[in-house]
């Protein structure tokens, strides 16, 4: 999520800006649930084209790579468009690969469905914030950015969840319609409400934003984000298969605990963010260790509903947690470029997405779906441990923070 600055960016017309604001929020929550939607429609789909959920949930996997390997270059590269024109774009872009999924016959259909659109998610991720404050107005640009941010929030949140409930309402293909139709209807609400979006005047400073890559303190952050969405995602991908086949929850209520799942981790997002502020590595360390806890006693409290309640709050709210702390520790350490240093953010969360889902595939394998909880406890571990050796060798004299 980068926020570069807007000190060079054009004047607009302010008036009517709010409804601009929010179309944009919108369209924020569409490109950002698309990505997760998949999360939850794995165990249908997988019923459907007569194929494993591990298997299935390898199109996690691709359209996470692709967003890291893709997702700086192509915003560099199209950074320099007119941004009304490049969000509708995006959006028709999102309609058409939609539309494929929902067409799907096998998963490799799906799965080309699935590449062209992350192809385009981190362009948009990548200059929503800029746009946003842009929209807003000088003195305003922080409330404009936290408006289209609570769109991406509410898709990380409950895109899965929601894409669960109209699977079993309209089934999964119809999820995938239901986002055909809504990327036109805000496409279409772009081209009649959105002023011309000109991008901000770019410095030639490319040497000086790459140097951070060479700072090892900057790429253990890197490293930390990809074991924490590891460890996520490792168990999170498969949640839905884990409600249905070990806590043996209808598959008509999976949605709904999935929501509650959510509706519950909006707790995270708050104290994270409070936390990070403070003590970036210690809120890392903290939710780390209740994400891990959630996680392990997920499966043996699966028959018992109040544990299992319990043990779902306390991975939902450190899940949901971890999304700002690794968004903001990663930006304060590469402070000097901190729009490459959120670039970096999004593709390390994306690596680990991806190798979070071959994991858990792997592990189902192997184990049995019942592995899953301490596998990504263990992968959690790991980040646990390069916390504290990061917090104690800052510590150290003559390291800097």
């Not at 842009?134 to 895109?159: C, M, R, T």
Request: include cysteine; proline fraction near 4%.
């Amino acid at each position: 999520m980068p926020t570069s600055s807007t000190a060079q960016a054009p004047a607009l017309p302010r008036a009517g800006s709010g409804l601009q604001i929010l179309i944009m929020a919108v369209a924020a929550f569409i490109i950002v649930t698309t990505e997760f939607l998949i999360v939850g429609l794995l165990p249908a789909l997988a019923r459907d084209m007569n194929i494993s959920v591990a298997l299935a949930g390898q199109v996690v996997t691709l359209f996470a790579f692709t967003v890291m390997l893709f997702g700086p270059f192509l915003t560099a590269r199209l950074a320099h468009l007119d941004r009304k024109k490049l969000f509708i774009g995006i959006l028709l872009v999102f309609a058409a690969s939609n539309a494929l999924a929902a067409l799907s016959t096998n998963i490799w259909v799906l799965a080309l469905a699935r590449f062209i659109p992350a192809l385009g998610l981190p362009v948009f991720w990548g200059t929503a914030s800029e746009t946003a404050g842009q929209l807003a107005g000088p003195g305003n640009e922080g409330k404009g950015v936290s408006k289209v941010y609570l769109g991406i929030s509410a898709a990380l949140v409950f895109g899965v969840p929601l894409g669960t409930l109209a699977a079993d309402t309209v089934g999964w293909r119809g999820s995938f319609w239901i986002l055909v139709a809504l990327s036109l209807l805000i496409a279409a609400l772009l081209q009649l409400c959105m002023p011309t979006l000109p991008a901000s005047p770019v410095k030639a400073a490319g040497e000086k934003q790459t140097a951070i890559l060479k700072e090892p303190r900057f790429l253990a952050h890197v490293l930390l984000s990809i074991l924490a969405f590891t460890a996520m995602f490792t168990a999170y991908t498969y949640l839905a298969d884990i409600l249905e086949r070990l806590a043996h929850v209808s598959a008509g209520q999976v949605g709904w605990w999935l929501m509650g799942f959510g509706a519950v981790g909006m707790i995270g997002n708050q104290i994270g963010g409070r936390l990070v502020d403070r003590t970036p590595l210690g809120a890392m360390v903290l939710f780390l260790l209740v994400l891990a806890a959630g996680m392990l006693a997920t499966v043996p409290l699966a028959d018992n509903r109040v544990g299992l309640v319990l043990a779902l709050i306390a991975w939902g709210v450190a899940y949901t947690a971890l999304f700002p702390i690794c968004q903001v520790r990663v930006m304060q350490a590469g402070a000097k470029a901190q729009a490459l240093a959120a670039t970096m953010n999004i593709s390390a969360a994306n690596a680990g997405i991806g190798l979070g889902a071959i994991y858990g595939g792997i592990g189902i394998g192997h184990f049995g779906l019942q592995s899953l909880g301490v596998i990504a406890s263990a992968i959690a571990a790991v980040g646990v441990v390069l916390a504290v050796l990061m917090m104690r060798r800052r510590q150290a004299p003559g390291v800097s923070a």
